[in-house]
T-cell receptor, first 113, second 116 residues
Framework: GESVGLHLPTLSVQEGDNSIINCAYSNSASDYFIWYKQESGKGPQFIIDIRSNMDKRQGQRVTVLLNKTVKHLSLQIAATQPGDSAVYFCAETIYNQGGKLIFGQGTELSVKP | EAEVAQSPRYKITEKSQAVAFWCDPISGHATLYWYRQILGQGPELLVQFQDESVVDDSQLPKDRFSAERLKGVDSTLKIQPAELGDSAMYLC??????????????FGQGTRLTVV
């Protein structure tokens, strides 16, 4: 199938700690995997993406890891801040299906001060 | 910074009425998407345009939903008649052509529809 799902619906971390948000996907044909952040009442905001031929990509305070063997994707946020509190979605896209994004259900990250 | 513009932000409508949403993508973005997001779930694609052409509307309930992008720029999504189950956030997104080496799609703030 083409499902993308998340292991944990909620994650609570202390400010300053690192956060790890996980995602499982089922379609090995996906070309890109993307993480989005969505704050309450707003549209999803792009965080970082990774091509299927890579296993790691780093951005500012964020790292995405892709393990194709077990079809697992993770988002690591370093030194988590209160402003990181939001729902995080992983998504996949398959170019031969038009490039549409297929989203998982989301993980709500709560940062405690 | 360029943004995807959507209007209205909020809409309350009665069951069986018609409702329309408007989206203006980022200038130069050939691909435009309409997604529906039910509270607590991830967005689900309704329709995808490449310029003015529909490339995927397989999940669009065509008996009541319609979408157009006549000049390949802004787009309108219409629901007629609205049903209670249509209450959701309607998100518009746009992206460059898909062969640009990135999967980044930019989302608007969405239209929160409540059908009563």
């Amino acid at each position: 199938g083409e499902s993308v799902g998340l292991h944990l619906p909620t994650l609570s971390v202390q400010e300053g700690d690192n956060s790890i948000i996980n995602c499982a996907y089922s379609n090995s044909a996906s070309d890109y995997f993307i993480w989005y952040k969505q704050e309450s009442g707003k549209g999803p905001q792009f965080i970082i993406d990774i091509r299927s031929n890579m296993d790691k990509r780093q951005g500012q305070r964020v790292t995405v890891l892709l393990n194709k063997t077990v079809k697992h994707l993770s988002l690591q946020i370093a030194a988590t801040q209160p402003g990181d509190s939001a729902v995080y979605f992983c998504a996949e896209t398959i170019y031969n299906q038009g490039g549409k994004l297929i989203f998982g259900q989301g993980t709500e990250l709560s940062v405690k001060p | 910074e360029a943004e995807v513009a959507q209007s209205p932000r909020y809409k309350i409508t009665e069951k069986s009425q018609a409702v329309a949403f408007w989206c203006d993508p980022i200038s130069g973005h050939a691909t435009l998407y309409w997604y529906r997001q039910i509270l607590g779930q991830g967005p689900e694609l309704l329709v995808q345009f490449q310029d003015e052409s529909v490339v995927d509307d397989s999940q669009l309930p065509k008996d009541r939903f319609s979408a157009e992008r006549l000049k390949g720029v802004d787009s309108t999504l219409k629901i007629q008649p609205a049903e209670l189950g249509d209450s959701a956030m309607y998100l518009c997104a746009s992206s460059l052509a898909r062969d640009r080496g990135t999967a980044e799609a930019f989302f608007g703030q969405g239209t929160r529809l409540t059908v009563v």
